[in-house]
Nanobody
Framework: QVQLVESGGGLVQAGDSLRLSCQAS????????MGWIRQAPGKGRDFVAA????????YYADSVKGRFTISRDNAKNTVYLQMNSLTPEDTAVYHC?????????????????WGQGTQVTVSS
């Protein structure tokens, strides 16, 4: 089992940047494919970005492609989400998630472990 704790959220203005971090503990971090999933108020969970166990493969939702970058540091047991050119539509709780795959996991239901989330609010 792995425990996940997100940080780095906050209130920013449209056009600003934020970097989210997710610290993992427990079983070997490098054994998990990782991802970021967000949930806006009154909506379901939406996939944002995914990264493979080694970090060699990444995948993004169309809505964030070119603006967001997912990365990981297996030595630090941490996965990151760099978010640039933020818009009010990016406002949501952002969850870090872990799952078992040799590639990337591109839907929320494929993930086995979830963090509590960090709030990102983008004002216009």
């Amino acid at each position: 089992q792995v425990q996940l704790v997100e940080s780095g959220g906050g209130l920013v203005q449209a056009g600003d940047s934020l970097r989210l971090s997710c610290q993992a503990s427990g079983r070997t971090f490098s054994g998990y494919a990782m991802g970021w999933i967000r949930q806006a108020p009154g909506k379901g969970r939406d996939f944002v970005a995914a990264i493979s166990r080694s970090g060699g493969s990444t995948y993004y939702a169309d809505s964030v492609k070119g603006r967001f970058t997912i990365s990981r540091d297996n030595a630090k047991n941490t996965v990151y989400l760099q978010m640039n050119s933020l818009t009010p539509e990016d406002t949501a709780v952002y969850h870090c998630a872990a799952g078992f795959s040799t590639g990337v996991l591109t839907t929320p239901r494929e993930y086995d472990y979830w963090g509590q989330g960090t709030q990102v609010t983008v004002s216009s």
